[in-house]
């Protein structure tokens, strides 16, 4: 029995397995518990803007990185970084119900700064400065997660706003660049398999160029907002480009490429709607974020999750035709979320958003549920 239990704590261990599961969970959960928190059936401190905000970003985001990035390691490990998280998560919704501050702020730095001394040495061996340039990015979201944290206990409470919304930034060309890496060789694959050839793949002036007008962006804002905006509706437009020199309508039969086509799409609306915003003096905001964070973030991380998942056990997601309901609930999110913020309708609107997100998550946790249980069916006695 001890050299099973011994044989179990070192064998290797997908982070998706755990990550992908425990993010899901947290996501299908926390969008209802926000919406039902402004009646006080909830944590309270989910009804505070930022801090929904922060646990969007740096608790389920964060968490989806971890589980799409490490890889397989022994098992001690991944049970530390996620049981860091778990403690983070737990503490930072009842931080207003008792002295859990501390234990917070600890939690989600323990995670963050393990999650980084896990990935920023294999990242920065990389030879393409485009490609290098993933470490300090990640190192700059990691860093953020600590830092907001810790204005958030101290009370800075302008300064947490600031570093959550330049997080939105941060994350967006983390998306930018991990869904191009991965819509662009699945794309031309299924050329291949047509008999076609696609000329225009990672596209790395277009790449380059997207880096450098997100990163002006996210240093111009704090002092020359319009400049910020313009540089972000810039990005936009080249993210649209990009897009659309993939060439998706090639790809109908493929609805997997379609689903993540679209998330990229939203990606592309959000950068313009949030340049548009800074260019404007900052009204509206807090609405065309969502068109990143339910939008873009919602439907690229539900095709991710259910992609990895399956193709590890070695099942196709084209084969999949509950990833199209799983995208059009998630779309339907974004699309009900922006509009409440102009509608009469505002209450209702959000129960929807609220509803089809935790509908779409709940369908991926069906996915990765059964895959990991024919995983386990299938993997041999040892």
């Known amino acids: 029995m001890r050299d099973n239990q011994q044989f179990f704590w070192r064998q290797k261990i997908h982070a998706h397995q755990w990550f992908f599961i425990a993010a899901c969970i947290y996501a299908l959960l926390i969008i209802p518990m926000t919406v039902f928190a402004r009646g006080g059936f909830a944590p ?152 076609r050839e696609l000329e225009a793949r990672v596209q790395p002036h277009i790449e380059g160029w997207l880096i450098v007008t997100v990163l002006a962006s996210v240093m111009l804002s704090p002092v020359i907002k319009p400049v910020a905006g313009m540089m972000l509706i810039l990005a936009g437009m080249l993210t649209g480009i990009r897009l659309l020199r993939w060439q998706l309508w090639h790809c109908l039969a493929r609805p997997d490429l379609i689903c993540l086509g679209l998330g990229y799409a939203w990606l592309a609306l959000g950068l313009g709607l949030l340049g548009w915003v800074k260019l404007n003096g900052g009204m509206h905001a807090s609405t065309m974020v969502h068109a990143i964070t339910i939008g873009a973030l919602g439907t690229l991380s539900v095709n991710v999750m259910v992609r990895v998942t399956l193709l590890h056990v070695k099942q196709y997601p084209s084969r999949i035709p509950l990833i199209l309901t799983i995208t059009f609930l998630m779309s339907l999110a974004a699309i009900a979320r922006i509009c409440a913020d102009f509608s009469g309708q505002r209450e209702t609107l959000l129960v929807l958003a609220a509803s089809a997100w935790s509908f779409s998550m709940l369908l991926v946790l069906f996915i990765l549920v059964n895959s990991s249980r024919d995983q386990s069916v299938s993997m041999p006695l040892r």
């Open 44 to 195: 309270v401190i989910l009804a505070v803007p930022a801090m929904h905000a922060y646990e969007m970003l740096f608790g389920y985001a964060l968490a989806l990185i971890a589980g799409y990035l490490l890889g397989p390691m022994p098992a001690w490990h991944l049970l530390l970084l996620l049981g860091m998280w778990l403690v983070a998560r737990v503490s930072t919704l009842t931080v207003l119900t008792g002295d859990w501050g501390w234990l917070s702020l600890v939690g989600n730095g323990g995670f963050a700064m393990l999650l980084a001394w896990r990935l920023l040495p294999r990242l920065w061996v990389a030879k393409k400065w485009r490609n290098r340039l993933l470490a300090p990015l990640l190192g700059m979201i990691c860093a953020a997660t600590i830092v907001t944290g810790l204005t958030g206990q101290i009370a800075a409470f302008e300064w947490s706003r600031h570093l959550i919304d330049e997080s939105v930034q941060l994350f967006a060309l983390l998306m930018l660049f991990m869904g191009g890496r991965m819509l662009a060789p699945a794309v031309a694959g299924e050329f291949y398999r047509q008999g």
